[in-house]
């Protein structure tokens, strides 16, 4: 079956680094995505890789490894806009998405 | 602004009466596509359109339907909600994923339905 696990819930402070692990199961590799959610909102496309490597964009840089089925997502210099929900997401053999649940970010003062 | 606009943002229904939800796009995508959200869950494909291909997931209850009768326009039926199609509604569409490795998903905002 396909699978894409990420933590549930993490907390950090504002100003800090976090990182978000995202590891993944899925019939072919077709690129992986991370998407920023807000509650009650829609999600938003923060990054896209299909490579293996570190891709930076601003405050945010995403990382994969195919060969380990593992990506995570880091944010610097945290801002209080920044808690939300931060979703991984695999384009799999037919380009359909398969989606994680999700990581709650909360950010402390 | 090019765009994906979802009406209503918010829709409360009574169980078992039927509810129409529309999606519009002016980003000229072909593909379309239909997701439910529970809180705290992944978003769940219902169907998507490749034009007007229409692809069912294999586990979406009968109970849903969609039409796409032009490119810009998609609408989800729901013909008897229940109390556990309760749940954020959302609508995306991406360019073209045949031969592309590189598939964004734009979403519009959201269409909360609220079963009574």
């Known amino acids: 079956g396909q699978n894409i696990d990420q933590p549930t819930e993490m907390t950090a402070t504002e100003g800090a680094i976090v990182q978000i692990n995202c590891t993944y199961q899925?019939?072919?590799?077709?690129?992986l995505f991370w998407y920023q959610q807000h509650a009650g909102e829609a999600p938003t496309f923060l990054s896209y890789?299909?490579l293996d490597g570190l891709e930076e964009k601003g405050r945010f840089s995403s990382f994969l490894s195919r060969s380990k089925g593992y990506s995570y997502l880091l944010l610097k210099e945290l801002q209080m806009k920044d808690s939300a929900s931060y979703l991984c997401?695999?384009?799999?053999?037919?380009?359909?998405?398969?989606w994680g649940a999700g990581t709650k970010l909360i950010i402390k003062p | 602004d090019a765009m994906v606009i979802q009406n209503p943002r918010y829709q409360v229904t009574q169980f078992g009466k039927p509810v129409t939800l529309s999606c519009s796009q002016t980003?000229?995508?072909?593909?379309m596509y239909w997701y439910q959200q529970k809180s705290s869950q992944a978003p769940k494909l219902l169907f998507h359109?490749?034009?007007?291909?229409?692809?069912n997931e294999a586990d979406t209850p009968d109970n849903f339907q969609s039409r796409r009768p032009n490119t810009s326009f998609c609408f989800l039926d729901i013909r008897s909600p229940g109390l556990g199609d309760a749940a954020m509604y959302l609508c995306?569409?991406?360019?073209?994923?045949?031969?592309?490795?590189?598939?964004?998903?734009?979403f519009g905002p959201g269409t909360r339905l609220t079963v009574l």
């Open positions: 995306a569409t991406s360019r073209d994923p045949s031969g592309s490795s590189y598939n964004e998903q734009f």
């Open positions: 980003l000229n995508h072909n593909v």
């Open positions: 359109y490749y034009d007007k291909d229409f692809n």
């Open positions: 899925t019939s072919g590799f077709n690129g």
């Open positions: 890789n299909v």
């Open positions: 997401a695999v384009s799999d053999s037919n380009y359909q998405l398969i």
